[in-house]
């Protein structure tokens, strides 16, 4: 363990020095797979987790950067989901809060009967909130609605209503959680992909081989629980144990623009909680920039790298206009961002903006466990539940969950006054150094993407300054000139689909 933060040298000698089988493998390394190795860990299991990528690579750099209770899952009637949820939104700002903060939201309302009608369904969700309130709901007259968002457009609107939630930065508290889960023995390697799982000869799991992305590496991980955590690619690894199972997942696609903090020089944000494809729309002050999302779109496959289709974001731009003064065009794009929600299947013919946002627990006869679904507020509770469900079945030792008083460690409160920024960017040498060191980054994108968030800030700005990363990490690394070319050009392949 490094005192620091990660060492993936470090990891990689844990793990060729290891004799005994694992307690537990985690394949993923996203929120729910970070989150089930920090449960883990600190109940003193010993758990290694692998991430075919980066940590956070897929959906859960992707979200809309809120810790909520669901709104709209009040409206569908998951009473259960939304009061849950609450509670773990309370839990996370009280174990991260150099992360999670506090949020107002103004529903801009179109009547008096609206005003109503919000008003009455954010009470409810303020009395299931109960002691785990962010702030109480209220009306708001149309004065107080223009000087709490200058630029909202109220020629349409009679005033609207105030609520509060949460918000964060999702891989920043995604960092920190790795960090603490290394902090309690957890051993993570990012990078490093399963390629098959191993059963013994009584058919039960006992293992998976996994390659070392950086150098083509093969291992074998001998665990007693195998849980697969890869969310919308859970499918793909359950067919490695099974090839005929029925798919468990039903994805679908959320497309988010981010613009300059001009459209919403606020810290209040916008929600409209009715649109045409039966999703709610956010605009949101994020990161001194305006984030808008979002869309809610079936894909038949999902991939590491999704891309916006023009009429997701034709339709986040036409909603936005409609509540905005400054009508927002393509040209105003600065990043465009997707992410894949791992839904799990339920009625074939719902509309996956229906679907079930609540997470699963399976266990095939094999022994590997599957948790797939939920969202980012209920990471902590999902995880709990599924080292729960894998302590039973692997007969592992029944230490009481500790993670609801856990503090998450604040790691990326990183100091580099005093260090020129990369051609006038907003990322340092020194910065890059310390994201290497001590954050496990291995790429270019990793950086750029999700140590820093300068990809999903401002994609040309990004693509601009990749060639100094590349070179300034190519020093930390000791890394040659064909790295540094096979780095920028993978990353412009990336960027391109943050690309408007």
């Not at 013994?200 to 150098?215: H, I, N, P």
Request: glycine share 8%; hydrophobic share 40%.
């Amino acid at each position: 363990m490094s005192e620091l933060g990660l060492d993936r040298d470090h990891s990689l000698l844990r793990l060729r020095e290891r004799a005994e089988p694992w307690d537990i493998l985690v394949i993923g390394g996203g929120a729910s797979g970070v989150g089930i190795a920090l449960d883990a860990a600190s109940r003193g299991l010993d758990v290694i987790l692998v991430e075919q990528s980066d940590f956070g690579k897929g959906t859960s750099s992707r979200s809309t950067k809120l810790v909520h209770g669901g709104v709209r899952y009040l409206r569908q009637g998951n009473i259960t989901l939304v009061r849950d949820a609450l509670r773990e939104r309370t839990l996370l700002r009280i174990n991260a809060p150099h992360v999670v903060h506090d949020l107002p939201f103004l529903i801009p309302c179109h009547s008096t009967w609206e005003r109503f009608f919000y008003g009455v369904g954010l009470k409810i969700y303020d009395f299931l909130a109960t002691r785990n309130s962010f702030g109480r709901s209220r009306g708001v007259s149309l004065a107080e609605s223009i000087r709490l968002v200058p630029s909202l457009r109220h020629d349409a609107i009679r005033g609207g209503v105030i609520y509060h939630d949460g918000q964060f930065d999702d891989t920043r508290l995604l960092i920190d959680m790795a960090i603490t889960a290394s902090d309690h023995g957890a051993c993570l390697l990012n990078h490093f992909g399963v390629t098959g799982l191993i059963a013994g000869d009584d058919g039960k799991l006992v293992g998976a081989q996994a390659t070392d992305r950086e150098t083509n590496e093969t291992h074998r991980i001998s665990a007693k629980c195998i849980v697969n955590a890869t969310g919308p690619f859970c499918d793909s690894i359950r067919k490695l144990d099974d090839v005929k199972c029925a798919d468990l997942v039903a994805a679908s696609q959320g497309v988010h623009l981010v613009l300059s903090s001009r459209f919403l020089p606020s810290e209040t944000a916008i929600i409209v909680p009715k649109t045409s494809d039966g999703r709610v729309i956010f605009v949101i002050p994020w990161l001194s920039h305006t984030l808008i999302g979002t869309t809610d779109t079936p894909i038949d496959a999902v991939t590491l790298e999704p891309a916006a289709m023009a009429n997701e974001i034709d339709f986040l731009l036409e909603t936005a206009a409609r509540y905005l003064k400054e009508s927002p065009t393509r040209d105003d794009v600065m990043s465009v961002f997707t992410g894949i929600r791992p839904l799990v299947k339920g009625d074939p013919s719902a509309r996956t903006a229906s679907l079930s946002r609540d997470h699963v627990v399976k266990v095939s006869p094999s022994g590997l466990v599957t948790i797939t679904g939920g969202k980012w507020t209920t990471v902590r509770k999902m995880a709990e539940d599924c080292v729960d469900r894998a302590i039973s079945v692997a007969n592992l030792p029944n230490t009481p969950c500790k993670t609801q008083e856990l503090a998450i460690r604040n790691h990326s409160q990183f100091n580099d006054a005093g260090t020129a920024p990369l051609d006038g960017s907003s990322v340092t040498e020194s910065f890059i150094e310390f994201a290497v060191k001590h954050q496990m980054a291995r790429t270019v994108e990793d950086v750029l993407a999700r140590r820093s968030r300068l990809l999903f800030l401002n994609a040309k700005e990004a693509i601009a300054i990749a060639p100094l990363v590349a070179r300034s990490m190519a020093r930390t690394l000791n890394r040659d000139e064909t790295w540094i070319a096979s780095q920028v050009t993978s990353f412009n392949a990336t960027a391109k689909h943050y690309l408007p």
